[in-house]
């Protein structure tokens, strides 16, 4: 009580202090006071930091137009240390933002995504944060499949996972864009290869660019890039799955679209186009397509165009000119798809000794697709009837993809039963036939395989069932 009573006695205010009266605001925070206090006596104003924020960013946009990375990040990077006043202002974010996508373009993609991650920390709700933060992860997967860096499995996984998760949100802000949608699907296309997921986001794309109106197309010219080579994967989706007539739309409107601006080479579409027709089976237009892209090839870089010119030339019966277009190619550039084509060309040329050296080449060249050249040569071994090394190299292929892959290979089981029906050995053809069927329930002409090894073993059991003649009886 007594301790109540001395705090209820008003003393006199001492020298230097202030009485704090009634209805009076709170005294600040020492560290309020002291930055409230220094931004009023600041001689520096809100219009004169607007001002100079613009004048950087058109700096860091002639810098990014030229390319130059490694003067926007020497400038600018870190950003409180260099334009501390915007950053104390809270406007250092457009600043960061633009120095993550630097980094990103000088292969530092661990720095670019912690500033991309730290700009969607400081403004959750921003299309440019997320969307940054989705690109930054998406480069960073690209450079690792082109070999610029390594990603551990997981590492990957939650690279990919991070990417989808902030593409989609960029989406939810904006789902009027183009952009994040063309490269959420090529996240699915290029780098997890799943063109069926792909699809539905090109699509996306280019329906809301054509949603757009003139005045907004104006606004936002630099999706319209976007939008034609959303076109293009779009076409490439649709030819993956066999649609020829869906992927030829769009791909000739890819190329209308496309025929001033030019954002896709003209070798790139029309070879899109020769492959459409070459798989619809329209071997003229295939070859005129081709033709007009091989015209403007360097062989060395674009071996794939004279390749499939190669095998239309094959398809129309022209071996002279399937080896005039294969002769193009350096020897030495000859990758191994090119030796494929070589070798079914020596085959139709009936060299197949050749043959066999050039895709045993191809076998030994090829540390990811070997198979394909060993299943070549199961299939020219079984032609020739040694079914002996048909096996051999079945077995191979089969146990590459199940090493290199963790998966059996469908066409080596197919032509492994298909050797042991030839050699009458039935009982393991059945059980080779049932494990592809397990495996790949509905293989291409598996049933009809099945049917006849069925059929064998159903005569050889009834073979076994029928009594023997008796001896005639003697006169």
């Not at 600043?95 to 996508?101: H, M, N, P, T």
């Not at 003229?284 to 081709?290: F, N």
């Not at 329930?441 to 029928?466: S, T």
Request: aromatic content about 8%; some cysteine; overall charge positive.
């Amino acid at each position: 009580m007594a301790e109540e009573h001395k705090a209820a006695v008003i003393a006199h205010p001492a020298a230097g202090e202030t009485v704090k009266r009634h209805g009076a605001a709170p005294s600040p925070t020492e560290e309020e006071a002291g930055f409230l206090d220094r931004l009023a006596a600041q001689a520096v104003g809100a219009d004169r930091l607007k001002k100079e924020l613009d004048r950087i960013l058109s700096e860091l946009e002639v810098l990014r137009s030229e390319n130059r990375w490694q003067e926007m990040v020497d400038l600018f990077h870190p950003v409180e240390e260099r334009v501390p006043e915007l950053e104390e202002a809270g406007l250092g974010f457009a600043v960061r933002s633009e120095i993550a996508f630097a980094m990103g373009h000088l292969g530092r993609h661990e720095e670019a995504i912690g500033l991309a991650l730290r700009c969607v920390e400081e403004r959750p709700d921003d299309f440019q944060a997320h969307a940054g933060l989705a690109y930054a992860a998406y480069d960073s997967l690209y450079a690792a499949k082109n070999r610029q860096i390594l990603l551990h499995p997981e590492e990957k996984k939650a690279r990919i996972e991070l990417a989808h998760k902030h593409f989609a949100k960029a989406q939810e802000l904006r789902p009027d864009g183009v952009t994040n949608f063309y490269r959420q699907g090529m996240l699915y296309k290029a780098i997890q290869n799943k063109p069926d997921r792909a699809l539905p986001l090109f699509e996306t794309a280019v329906r809301n660019w054509d949603r757009l109106d003139p005045d907004q197309r104006r606004v936002r010219h630099q999706e319209r890039k976007n939008f034609i080579k959303a076109l293009y994967q779009a076409a490439s989706c649709h030819q993956k799955a066999a649609r020829n007539a869906e992927a030829l739309q769009r791909l000739e409107r890819c190329i209308e679209e496309d025929r001033e601006s030019g954002h896709l080479s003209v070798v790139h579409k029309y070879f899109a186009l020769g492959k459409v027709h070459f798989s619809a089976g329209h071997y003229e237009k295939a070859r005129h397509a081709l033709e007009f892209a091989a015209a403007q090839a360097d062989p060395a870089e674009h071996d794939y165009v004279f390749e499939l010119l190669a095998r239309t030339a094959l398809a129309q019966g022209a071996p002279d000119r399937a080896r005039r277009a294969l002769e193009r190619i350096p020897g030495n550039r000859r990758r191994p798809y090119v030796l494929w084509t070589e070798a079914d060309l020596l085959i139709a040329e009936r060299k197949t000794v050749q043959a066999r050296a050039v895709l045993k080449k191809a076998a030994e060249k090829d540390r990811r697709g070997r198979h394909r050249a060993l299943l070549r040569l199961a299939r020219l071994d079984f032609r020739e009837n040694d079914y002996q090394a048909c096996l051999t190299h079945c077995g191979e292929a089969d146990q590459f993809c199940r090493t290199t892959y963790g998966n059996p290979c469908d066409e080596a089981l197919f032509w492994t039963a298909a050797a042991l029906l030839r050699l009458d050995r039935h009982q393991e053809a059945w059980r080779t036939a049932c494990d592809l069927e397990a495996f790949r329930p509905r293989y291409p002409h598996l049933l009809p395989l099945k049917k006849k090894i069925a059929a064998e073993l159903a005569r050889k059991k009834n073979a076994h069932r029928e009594p023997r003649e008796s001896p005639p009886t003697p006169l």
